[in-house]
Each structure stands twice: as C-alpha cells, then as structure tokens.
C-alpha cells in the first residue's frame, strides 16, 4: 500500500518561510508526478503546486514568486519552498502523488497524505 507522509509545517510571522517535505513509500508503479494542495476551513481544496515527470511545473497565482516545488525522483519526494509567507497561506497542506501501475495495461492511481498544519501571523 502507498503511503504519503508530509512534514515540515508550523507557525510562523508573516514574511517569514517554510520548507514543507512529502515522502511516497510502498509504491510498485512509477510516480508520474507529485504536487501540493491546501485547504482552508469553509473552503475546498485548491492547488498549490505540482510538478510531473514530464517537466510540467504549475503554481497556483497567489504563489507565484514565492513558492518553489522541487522533487527527488530517487527518493520519492516532493518539497515546496514557501518564502514570504502572508497570512492567507494559512492552511492544512496536502501531498498528492500520481502513480501509474502496469499489469495488463497502465492503471493510473493518485494518493494523498494526511496533511501539515501551516500557521500564518501577521
């Protein structure tokens, strides 16, 4: 079973940064690309940044500029950078990792974490 592990949330002042991590374990299939989303209470999940294997990089507007993605194919994981960090980035991060699975033909599954709190002040 694949399992999806974040890390690295917390409380910060406005202005300040993050470094959230996400590793993906257990898989037999090939990770086709990893990315995060967040959400906010009251609020649907939304996009943050994903990043796949065929170099396709997408960053929701509110982010660009201050968020980076990055991913250690090797190791199955995903980082996000978070720089100047404002008060509406305040949420529960999710890690999404896709995986494509070849039996009789490619099965494509995606999976997610159980979330890191980021905390905002301003």
């Known amino acids: 079973q694949v399992q999806v592990v974040e890390s690295g949330g917390g409380s910060v002042q406005a202005g300040e940064s993050l470094r959230l991590s996400c590793v993906a374990s257990?898989?037999?299939?090939?990770?086709?690309?990893m990315g995060w989303y967040r959400q906010t209470p009251g609020k649907e999940r939304e996009l943050v940044a994903t990043s796949a294997n065929v170099g396709t990089i997408k960053y929701a507007e509110s982010v660009k500029g201050r968020f980076t993605i990055a991913r250690d194919n090797g190791a199955n994981t995903v980082y996000l950078q978070m720089n100047n960090l404002k008060s509406e980035d305040t949420g529960v991060y999710f890690c999404?990792?896709?995986?494509?699975?070849?039996?009789?033909?490619?099965?494509?599954?995606?999976?997610w974490g159980q979330g890191t709190q980021v905390t905002v002040s301003s």
């Open positions: 257990g898989t037999t299939g090939s990770i086709e690309a």
């Open positions: 999404r990792t896709w995986v494509s699975v070849l039996t009789s033909r490619w099965d494509d599954y995606d999976y």
